[in-house]
């Protein structure tokens, strides 16, 4: 009976460690459970963030939309939100700080699939490999077009 609590605590830290590749099968459960509770917490969160632009300019067809739907189909909003510091910097305070230049946006994307920290403190970014870089921008567009 250890064995199996043994084996399922270290499934488990696998999983949570791990960059979603596993060797095991059970591990593989593991990660997917993990997937599925990240899903449900995030979009929780996307129904806020998609929420407060009801009755705004940004409409579904256009990029801002785009962007805040990429966000709520990442993991972002499980650091992030929109108007205060959760882990992460808010995306209105990352849209203070920063100039809507291709420059930036290509910077900002490559932060986001590389990952970073030190710009806004000791806790790391966690990289988005996944992410292909014209998704990047269209996150990155919509974060920084909070500026206000």
């Known amino acids: 009976m250890k064995k199996v ?3 399922l605590g270290l499934s ?3 999983a949570a460690c791990g960059n979603g590749k596993s060797g095991s099968s059970s591990s593989a459960d593991s990660t997917a459970a993990a997937n599925k509770t990240a899903v449900a917490t995030n979009s929780d969160a996307a129904q806020d963030t998609a929420a407060s632009h009801n009755g705004t ?3 579904a067809g256009t990029p801002s939309a ?3 739907q990429l966000i709520a189909k990442a993991d972002c909003l499980g650091c992030h939100k929109e108007q205060e510091k959760l882990i992460g910097p808010a995306y209105a305070d990352v849209a203070k700080k920063y100039t809507a230049s291709p420059a930036v946006i290509d910077t900002l994307s490559k932060k986001i699939i590389n990952g970073g920290k030190g710009n806004w403190g000791d806790v790391p970014m966690s990289a988005h490999a996944s992410l292909s870089m ?3 921008r269209i996150m990155v ?3 920084l077009s909070l500026k206000k």
């Open 66 to 68: 785009a962007g805040a």
């Open 141 to 143: 567009k919509y974060i």
């Open 5 to 7: 609590f043994v084996i």
């Open 12 to 14: 488990l830290i696998i």
């Open 57 to 59: 300019e940004k409409t």
């Open 134 to 136: 014209d998704d990047a």
